[in-house]
């Protein structure tokens, strides 16, 4: 299993920004396809995000088109998650996950996960 960390996460304002990075010390991300998901209490994780690693696809959940914005330094290894105009509802624990070459919105297809970090969104 491999080992990814979450960070960036924190309390803003509706209408304000965050950007979330997950970092991986003992392999490179770039081989893996990295997804962010979120769970909001009470609620299922669902996909957020994901950036491919054979073309750099990208994709993302409807409600965070025009907002979000997943990407990769490939330089300090790491993924970003870019959000921008958050929302209450977006209010969560976010994870970076990683897997095989090709994003999947199914949690169950990844086998390595963050631990997480939280993100309220509040006034």
């Not at 991300?29 to 996909?47: C, N, S, T, V």
């Not at 957020?48 to 073309?55: A, P, R, T, W």
């Not at 330089?75 to 958050?86: D, H, W």
Request: charged share 20%; hydrophobic share 30%.
């Amino acid at each position: 299993q491999l080992q990814l960390v979450e960070s960036g996460g924190g309390l803003v304002q509706p209408g304000g920004s965050l950007r979330l990075s997950c970092d991986a010390s003992e392999f490179t991300l770039h081989y893996y396809a990295i997804a962010w998901f979120r769970q909001a209490p009470g609620k299922e994780r669902e996909g957020v995000s994901c950036i491919s690693s054979k073309d750099d696809s990208l994709y993302y959940r409807d409600s965070v088109k025009g907002r979000f914005t997943i990407s990769r330094d490939m330089a300090k290894n790491t993924v970003y998650l870019q959000m921008n105009n958050l929302r209450p509802e977006d209010t969560a624990v976010y994870y970076c996950a990683a897997r095989g070459a090709y994003c999947s919105s199914y949690s169950g297809d990844f086998g390595s996960w963050g631990r997480g970090t939280q993100v309220t969104v509040s006034a």
